[in-house]
């Protein structure tokens, strides 16, 4: 029999259904599967059309599944942590969170707003120093950026900019030190404003007052020295101005006003300062509470090392001294380059009076020293200036400079050629009076060249002791503000700046004058003596010499004086050689004696012979074309002292002194020689007396000669006498040779003497140059 197998719903496991045998256990596993499918398709039919809504309630189930995980979760988390000791530290770490939240935000905007105010601190110091503001605001703001900087670099929350506003917050610094600098260096401000920028300095560096008493006078002494850099009369006097100034800054400012200035500054914290609350671009009513409480109760520390009265005298001393040595530094300077002696004088005038005012102020050994080696610089270079004014250069004196001229500078132009030249005389005749003297004084151009420098050389000369007189009568009262009889020694400074003064520069003149003239003289002397110029350099020296008397009164000048013999026997030889070569030549010549024109018994000449006057016509012709100017009395003595000389030699051989030894007899000449007798012997007593006719006919011809050469020797010896007493020169002897051989007595000798100085005083206008008592005047 068939089991039965077991009702699926009393079955409590899956164990009890294996209790039962296999066959009804298969049979069992067929009819839960048919159920199985059965119920299956049951469900396919009933679930088909609501299908969407089942799934939506099967993810909500889900969902509420893992909420309720979730909630168990944390219920059972809170049922561990429900405790006494986790409430508190659970209440704990909130409310430090919650603190932490708080003070991020704090911090946040407390940055935020320092570096606002940073930005607009930075910002009013440069419109400070551009608007040439405060320097004391300026500096409180400097500082109260740098402590903002410092604040908001160290924070954990630091902007961007941080690194932007640390460079511009340097060069601001340095920005407003340049003009703390300028404000310091100047001299047109108040002491109080110089008080207030010396704070700021001492705020910015926190330097002591010592430091900031080196730091203004080191300032000062800069400043002086860069007016060195371009020196003249302004900056000198600014540079006076700017050290008298300090000096007066100095003792007004240390030690008590600029300690009162520095107690002032640490007396307020500086966010409550009301200059820095006054800048209105800070926003400090809005960003104030952001600001740090240490900063906001930062007051500027300075430093208690006061200088006393006795440190700023020392400093002060030392600085004066070596104000002074710059001060003077720059007046020589200045100076050694002022080639104008009455800027000088003008300078001078300017700067010891400064220097007057200023001892009067500040009295002391020192400005008295100062005073004195001011006025000693001023002296050296107005002597040095006299000696170049009175310094005689750029003459023409060497012999080859002048032949290298294209100019005739030996002959003189005439006045006769002024006719032909077209003078514009409608403006005066200035023009044509300086080209007459011109021509008549023989001023070729090269030496109006050098006429024009000797007038440079007069007026500077002139230039000089005008201005020397000017200083002789300078009162120095008038320019200063006080009384000069407050000064120790005022008598003495006066009389050194008005008399010793002057007699130096006058000394120093008058030397640079002789000096030159003398060192001219000595050039001329080795230079005119071996030259054909000569003529050149007597009018050079002429024009020298007019200048230099017209000196002698007004300087107390000793005249230098030039012996021109040597030239003017140069002048003899160049223009006397020609006329003298000449007639000699022409006075050896056999020429026909006028013997028709002797008169007295014995006949004797009355007139010289053709040769001679033309050898006078042309003398006179050769001077008068070098110019009647250089022919001075001393020049025409040593012109006839040399003519006489080289006539006198030239003229002392047998054929002018001797008688002739042909003769000419009725317009014929016949030679006799001593062999020519041994070959006529055929001549008949007709010829013999024709013989003896002829030489005796020659005889005396040949001393007619004699005596018209003798009498030509007189006439000569008395135009070429210097004077009475020049009776010993080769002329004289000469006649006295022809006296011999002629073998004259006293009354003939005298006779044809007492002629030949007839005939001159008839003639000796036709020879002006040569005229009687020419030899004793003088040009």
Not at 374 to 399: K, M, P, V, W
Not at 402 to 426: C, I, K
Not at 428 to 447: I, Y
Not at 540 to 568: C, G, K, N, V
Request: one cysteine or more; a negative charge.
């Amino acid at each position: 029999m068939a089991h039965q197998p077991p009702d699926p719903r009393t079955l409590t496991n899956w164990e009890d259904a294996f209790q039962h045998p296999l066959p009804a256990v298969r049979h069992l596993e067929h009819q839960l599967r048919t159920t199985i499918s059965s119920n299956r398709e049951k469900l396919r039919s009933l679930v088909g059309a609501s299908y969407r809504d089942l799934l939506g309630t099967a993810e909500r189930i889900v969902e509420m599944d893992q909420q309720m995980q979730v909630v168990e979760n944390t219920l059972g988390g809170i049922g561990r942590k429900c405790n006494a000791r986790a409430l508190e530290r659970t209440g704990e770490n909130r409310a430090r969170m919650r603190g932490s939240l708080v003070g991020e935000r704090e911090e946040r905007l407390g940055v935020v707003g320092m570096t606002r105010v940073l930005q607009n601190a930075v910002t009013m110091v440069v419109r400070v120093v551009r608007g040439k503001g405060d320097v004391l605001v300026a500096a409180k703001l400097l500082v109260l950026g740098r402590l903002l900087y410092r604040q908001v670099a160290g924070s954990r929350q630091k902007p961007a900019v941080v690194e932007e506003l640390r460079g511009r917050l340097g060069t601001t610094r340095k920005r407003l030190l340049g003009y703390l600098e300028r404000v310091v260096a100047g001299t047109e401000g108040d002491k109080m404003v110089l008080a207030r920028s010396l704070c700021g300095y001492a705020l910015i560096t926190s330097s002591t007052p010592k430091e900031v008493l080196r730091y203004f006078l080191q300032t000062r002494y800069q400043r002086l020295e860069s007016k060195l850099e371009t020196p003249t009369t302004e900056s000198m006097l600014q540079m006076l101005e700017l050290y008298s100034q300090t000096l007066l800054d100095c003792r007004d400012l240390f030690p008590r006003r600029f300690a009162d200035g520095l107690e002032q500054l640490a007396k307020v914290p500086l966010v409550q300062d009301e200059q820095v609350r006054s800048v209105a671009e800070l926003n400090l009513d809005v960003y104030g509470t952001f600001i740090a409480p240490d900063i906001r109760t930062f007051t500027p520390w300075v430093r208690h090392e006061q200088v006393t009265a006795a440190e700023v005298g020392d400093a002060l001393t030392s600085w004066t001294s070596q104000a002074q040595e710059c001060v003077l530094e720059g007046l020589r300077e200045y100076l050694k380059a002022q080639p104008d002696a009455r800027v000088v004088f003008d300078t001078r005038q300017k700067i010891i009076s400064k220097y007057l005012s200023l001892g009067g102020k500040l009295r002391g050994q020192s400005h008295s020293e100062a005073i004195e080696s001011i006025r000693a610089a001023f002296l050296e270079r107005l002597q040095q200036l006299a000696s170049d004014a009175g310094g005689l250069r750029g003459l023409t004196l060497n012999a080859a400079d002048v032949s290298s001229q294209n100019d005739d500078v030996e002959r003189a132009g005439s006045l006769w050629g002024l006719a032909t030249e077209d003078f514009d005389l409608s403006h005066g005749a200035a023009k044509f009076r300086s080209a007459v003297l011109n021509t008549r004084h023989g001023r070729g151009p090269l030496l109006q060249a050098e006429t024009r420098k000797l007038d440079d050389w007069v007026a500077r000369i002139h230039s000089v002791l005008d201005l020397v007189e000017e200083m002789r009568t300078s009162r120095w009262d008038t320019d200063i503000d006080f009384d000069l009889e407050d000064l120790d020694d005022h008598d003495a400074l006066l009389r050194q700046l008005n008399k010793g003064d002057v007699e130096a520069v006058i000394a120093h003149l008058r030397e640079a004058c002789v000096g030159s003239v003398e060192q001219t003289t000595q050039e001329i002397t080795s230079s005119g003596a071996e030259t054909k110029h000569a003529t050149y350099y007597i009018r050079l020296w002429r024009e020298i010499d007019r200048r230099q008397r017209a000196l002698q009164q007004r300087l107390d000048l000793p005249l230098t004086r030039l012996s021109l013999t040597e030239l003017y026997r140069n002048i003899a030889k160049s223009f006397g050689t020609e006329p003298l070569e000449n007639y000699a030549e022409a006075a050896k010549k056999h020429s026909h004696v006028a013997v028709t024109l002797f008169d007295g018994t014995p006949a004797l000449p009355l007139q010289p012979s053709p040769a001679t006057f033309r050898f006078l016509v042309a003398l006179q012709k050769a001077l008068a074309a070098v110019g009647s100017d250089v022919w001075s009395g001393q020049a025409v003595g040593e012109l006839k002292a040399v003519l006489a000389e080289e006539l006198g030699g030239r003229l002392a051989d047998d054929v002018f002194t001797k008688p002739m030894k042909t003769g000419l007899t009725n317009g014929h000449a016949e030679n006799h020689d001593d062999n020519d007798g041994d070959d006529e012997n055929t001549a008949d007593g007709e010829d013999e007396q024709k013989i003896t006719n002829g030489a005796s006919a020659c005889k005396d011809e040949g001393r007619d000669r004699l005596l018209q050469n003798f009498y030509d020797v007189q006439y000569l010896h008395r135009v070429l006498r210097r004077s009475q007493e020049d009776e010993e020169n080769g002329l004289a002897r000469l006649a006295s040779s022809l006296r011999t051989t002629l073998e004259l007595d006293d009354a003939a000798t005298e006779r044809m003497e007492k002629s030949a100085n007839e005939y001159w005083k008839r003639t000796h206008l036709l020879f002006g140059l040569l005229a009687p008592g020419r030899e004793g005047k003088k040009y």
